[in-house]
């Protein structure tokens, strides 16, 4: 019975091993031929991406130009400068938002106005208290002039009174007519003195309140200075457009304000530009400078979104260049391409590439340029033949930054390696 149960139990384990087995004599046949598989697959990969055909296509030589996108017409927002004013920097308050949109008149940025406003008041309360001042002055003059006038008056009545008591020296005694001549002389000696010294009085009085009256207008300039200063803490736009931050120095940190920074007088910050009429500045080659012309139309591509494509025009060339950044013989030159057409992405400051059709050829032999090398000068590819690359002269006509017309020396459908021999890549040359 031990027996029967025995060989049942080793009859029952048998699927189980023969499964086993079968399963890793599969892995072993699998495994080697899945590795040499991916290997040839690698390795046709390697040589596809090594090699290419020599293909007969429309050929366009254009000439690549990188710039910056600018706005035809923008506002540049500046912190105020304060007139009659000491003020290191000025704290935002309020701020338009970024890439918002603003119309003609809107709050673009308010700096807090208590310094201004404090100012405003101080200069204020000088002009009312010089305002006083010469109301005061010219009414002490008033009284004074009104009192040397009855001094005056009075001069004028007593001359004339010792000059009728001179009128009686025939019959009065000589004593007494010598007593009616020294009052006679002393009312015109008085008199004399009176008109002189009034004169004197009022050219002093005169002379303060024109000084009061220069201090009242300094303040009254000074309260207007503040005054508009005050104004000035309020930023409005004189334009349609939308808000674009500038990147500036803040505190040790480089970055866009926000609210509660600090900028100096002067400093450009923000600016609203107008979307609808967009513009690219370049610097232009002095070897590419006789190939371009006013007029000329282009393809922009956007750096930061590639699937943005819009046409330019080339509107104007600088007459006047200037050194570039790697040579100082070879000269720059300034050039501006009009954006035809908008995009809500297109916005002032991004980096763009244009491409500049110079001409094109139909039905053209166009092999990657980086296919071409040089000997001494000569052109050259390496083709396959029989497994292997030779090295075959060639002419080479027209070129862009990608591709080269090719006048003779292959045909189509020859193989050709891509990329330069590392063996004579040292030698090639653009």
Same mark, same amino acid.
């Given at each position: 019975m031990h027996e029967v149960m025995r060989a049942e139990s080793i009859f029952r384990s048998k699927p189980k091993v023969f499964f086993l087995s079968t399963l890793s004599l599969l892995l072993l046949v699998v495994f080697p031929l899945l590795f040499t598989h991916l290997r040839r697959a690698q390795a046709s990969a390697s040589r596809g991406d090594s090699i290419c055909r020599v293909e007969r296509k429309k050929f366009s030589h254009t000439l690549r130009l990188g710039g910056t996108t600018m706005a035809a017409h923008s506002f540049a927002v500046l912190a105020p400068r304060l007139e009659g004013a000491?003020?290191?920097?000025?704290?935002?308050?309020?701020?338009?938002?970024?890439?918002?949109?603003?119309?003609?008149?809107?709050?673009?940025?308010?700096?807090?106005?208590?310094?201004?406003?404090?100012?405003?008041?101080?200069?204020?309360?000088?002009?009312?208290?010089?305002?006083?001042?010469?109301?005061?002055?010219?009414?002490?003059?008033?009284?004074?002039?009104?009192?040397?006038?009855?001094?005056?008056?009075?001069?004028?009545?007593?001359?004339?009174?010792?000059?009728l008591e001179l009128q009686k020296n025939e019959i009065v005694s000589r004593i007494d007519a010598e007593k009616n001549q020294e009052a006679a002389d002393e009312a015109q000696a008085s008199l004399k003195q009176l008109k002189e010294t009034y004169q004197l009085k009022r050219a002093a009085a005169a002379a303060d309140i024109r000084i009061l009256e220069i201090q009242r207008d300094r303040a009254l300039e000074a309260m207007r200075y503040a005054q508009s200063n005050a104004a000035k803490m309020l930023v409005h736009s004189p334009m349609d457009g939308v808000v674009v931050y500038n990147t500036i120095w803040l505190g040790g940190r480089m970055g866009t304000v926000q609210q509660g920074d600090q900028v100096r007088p002067g400093l450009p910050f923000m600016a609203v530009v107008d979307p609808s009429q967009m513009e690219v500045r370049v610097e232009l080659n002095q070897v590419d400078l006789l190939k371009v012309h006013p007029g000329m139309h282009a393809k922009m591509h956007l750096d930061a979104y590639p699937g943005i494509?819009?046409?330019?025009?080339?509107?104007?060339?600088?007459?006047? =260049?200037?050194?570039?950044?790697?040579? $100082?013989?070879?000269?720059? @030159?300034?050039? %501006?391409?009009?954006?035809? #057409?908008?995009?809500?992405?297109?916005?002032?400051?991004?980096?763009?590439?244009?491409?500049?059709?110079?001409?094109?050829?139909?039905?053209?032999?166009?092999?990657?340029?980086?296919?071409?090398?040089?000997?001494? =000068?000569?052109?050259?590819?390496?083709? $396959?033949?029989?497994?292997? @690359?030779?090295? %075959?002269?060639?002419?080479? #006509?027209?070129?862009?930054?990608?591709?080269?017309?090719?006048?003779?020396?292959?045909?189509?459908?020859?193989?050709?390696?891509?990329?330069?021999?590392?063996?004579?890549a040292s030698g090639a040359q653009s």
């Open positions: 000491q003020v290191g920097s000025m704290v935002i308050t309020k701020l338009a938002p970024a890439g918002s949109l603003v119309k003609k008149g809107d709050v673009l940025v308010e700096f807090d106005p208590q310094a201004q406003m404090k100012d405003y008041l101080d200069k204020k309360a000088t002009y009312d208290s010089l305002v006083g001042q010469v109301a005061q002055k010219q009414a002490d003059e008033d009284i004074a002039r009104a009192k040397d006038d009855t001094a005056l008056q009075q001069a004028e009545d007593d001359l004339k009174h010792a000059q494509e819009l046409g330019a025009t080339l509107e104007d060339i600088s007459p006047l =260049g200037h050194n570039g950044d790697f040579s $100082e013989t070879v000269r720059v @030159f300034a050039a %501006r391409f009009s954006v035809q #057409g908008s995009d809500p992405k297109l916005l002032p400051d991004l980096s763009a590439a244009l491409d500049l059709e110079l001409g094109s050829e139909d039905n053209a032999l166009v092999v990657p340029r980086q296919s071409v090398e040089f000997d001494s =000068g000569d052109p050259f590819v390496w083709v $396959e033949n029989a497994g292997t @690359f030779e090295k %075959r002269p060639v002419k080479v #006509g027209p070129h862009n930054d990608t591709e080269v017309v090719v006048l003779s020396g292959l045909q189509e459908g020859d193989i050709i390696r891509r990329n330069a021999a590392p063996e004579t």
